[in-house]
């Protein structure tokens, strides 16, 4: 069981921009990652993903498949898919 609430995608899909929000999914987690995107050590390219999946450009930037990018997703955690 999870503490954490479900959301759906097309709720998802309404978080896209630093004013509203910038929420992203990652293997059926959901995150608020509005305050992270100004500490993105990749820089704007991170708002590619808003309101999505970040499933395909982490297979385009190997650099997030280390265990301190995922601990570091894993404190923007608002939900679940
Ligand atoms: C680098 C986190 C999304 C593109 C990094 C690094 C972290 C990070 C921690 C540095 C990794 C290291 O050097 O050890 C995140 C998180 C994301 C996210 C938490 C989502 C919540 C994205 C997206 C893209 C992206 C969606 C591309 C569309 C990059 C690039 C770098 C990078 C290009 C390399 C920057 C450089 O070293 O010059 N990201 N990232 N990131 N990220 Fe992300």
């Given at each position: 069981t999870s503490a954490f609430p479900i959301i759906s995608q097309e709720e998802v899909t309404t978080h896209r921009s630093l004013e509203d929000g910038v929420w992203v999914t990652y293997k059926g987690g959901v995150y608020d990652i509005t305050e992270f995107v100004a500490m993105h050590?990749?820089?704007?390219?991170?708002?590619?993903?808003a309101g999505g999946a970040l499933e395909p450009f982490w297979a385009l930037y190997?650099?997030?498949?280390?265990e301190h990018v995922l601990e570091m997703l894993s404190e923007y955690k608002v939900g679940e898919l």
């Open positions: 050590p990749g820089g704007d390219k991170i708002l590619l993903a190997a650099v997030h498949n280390q």
